[in-house]
C-alpha cells in the first residue's frame, strides 16, 4: 500500500467520524411527540457514540501505528515527511475527538432540556388537576344549592333553581329540556308549546297568579308563591311539565318552564296582549 492511498484510507476514517458525528446532530434535530421515549433514545445514542468513538480510536491508533511503520521502511522517506505525516494524522484525529467533545456537550444541552420539559409537563399535570378538583368542587357547591320540592300537584319535583345562574346549572345538567320566560302582565306569552298569562302580581307577599293555556284548555294557577314548582299535564303522551317563578315585580315575573327530555321542540316565542 503506497503512502497516498494511506492517507486517503486515514482521510476517509475521519470523514466517516465526521459523517457519524453530523448523523448525531440530525438525529437531535427534530421533534418528538412523547418526551420520555426521547430521553432513553438519547441515552443509547449517546452510548452507541460511545463504543463508535472508542472503535474509531482503536481503528486510528492501529492505523496510526501502521502508517508510521510503512514510512519508516519506506525507501526515500525522510524522518521529517514521517513527523510531518504523522502530526497532520494527529491533529485530524484530534479534530474529530473535538467536534464528539461538542456533540456530547450539546446532547448533554439537550437532555437537560428534555428532563426540563419532562418537568414542565408534570407541573402541568399537576396544575389541571388541581383545576379539575376546583371545578369539581364548585360544581359540587352549585348543586347543593338546586333544592327540591313538592309541586302543587302533590308531586315531587326536580332539582329547583332559584336564579339564572342555577337555571344555568340545570340547562347542563341536561335531565330535562328548559325554557326561561320573561310575563308581562295581561299579556300572552308562546313558551315552547303551551302559553303563559300573567293575571295578578304582588311583589311584597311574592304572589302571582298566572293562566297555563294547554291543549284548548286554561289552567289557572291562583295566588302561588315565588321558587314554588307549579306542575301541569299537557300533550297527546300526557307528560308532566313544570314552571318555577324566581323573581316578580310589579308587573312582571321571571321563571323557566321545565319539560321532560325532547318532549316538545322549542317554538318561535309569541307575545300578545291578552284580552
Avoid: C, W
Amino acid at each position: 500500500m503506497d503512502r497516498d492511498s494511506i492517507i486517503r484510507y486515514l482521510v476517509a476514517i475521519v470523514l466517516a467520524a465526521y459523517i457519524i458525528v453530523a448523523s448525531y446532530f440530525m438525529y437531535f434535530s427534530y421533534s418528538v411527540y412523547e418526551l420520555r421515549p426521547r430521553m432513553a433514545a438519547v441515552e443509547q445514542r449517546e452510548k452507541a457514540l460511545e463504543d463508535q468513538q472508542a472503535e474509531l480510536n482503536k481503528k486510528v491508533h492501529s492505523r496510526l501505528t501502521e502508517f508510521k511503520q510503512t514510512l519508516t521502511t519506506e525507501v526515500g522517506t525522510t524522518k521529517q515527511e514521517v513527523t510531518l505525516r504523522t502530526a497532520e494524522l494527529e491533529a485530524q484525529q484530534k479534530a474529530a475527538a473535538a467536534k464528539l467533545a461538542a456533540a456530547q456537550t450539546q446532547q448533554g444541552k439537550q437532555l437537560a432540556a428534555v428532563s426540563g420539559e419532562v418537568g414542565s409537563v408534570k407541573n402541568d399535570v399537576g396544575a389541571a388537576k388541581a383545576d379539575i378538583q376546583k371545578t369539581q368542587t364548585e360544581l359540587a357547591a352549585t348543586s347543593a344549592k338546586l333544592a327540591r320540592a313538592t309541586g302543587d300537584l302533590g308531586l315531587q319535583s326536580g332539582l329547583i333553581a332559584h336564579n339564572a345562574s342555577e337555571l344555568e346549572e340545570l340547562k347542563h345538567k341536561g335531565d330535562r329540556d328548559y325554557y326561561d320566560f320573561s310575563l308581562q302582565k295581561n299579556t300572552r306569552s308562546r313558551v315552547a308549546n303551551v302559553s303563559l298569562v300573567l293575571k295578578k302580581v304582588d311583589p311584597k307577599k311574592s304572589t302571582f297568579t298566572l293562566n297555563v293555556l294547554a291543549d284548548d284548555k286554561t289552567i289557572e294557577k291562583k295566588d302561588r308563591t315565588i321558587s314554588e314548582p307549579l306542575q301541569f299535564y299537557t300533550g297527546a303522551d300526557h307528560v308532566l311539565y313544570e314552571l318555577v317563578v324566581f323573581t316578580a315585580d310589579k308587573n312582571r315575573v321571571t321563571g323557566y318552564l321545565s319539560t321532560p327530555k325532547n318532549a316538545t321542540p322549542p317554538a318561535t316565542a309569541e307575545t300578545t296582549t291578552a284580552r
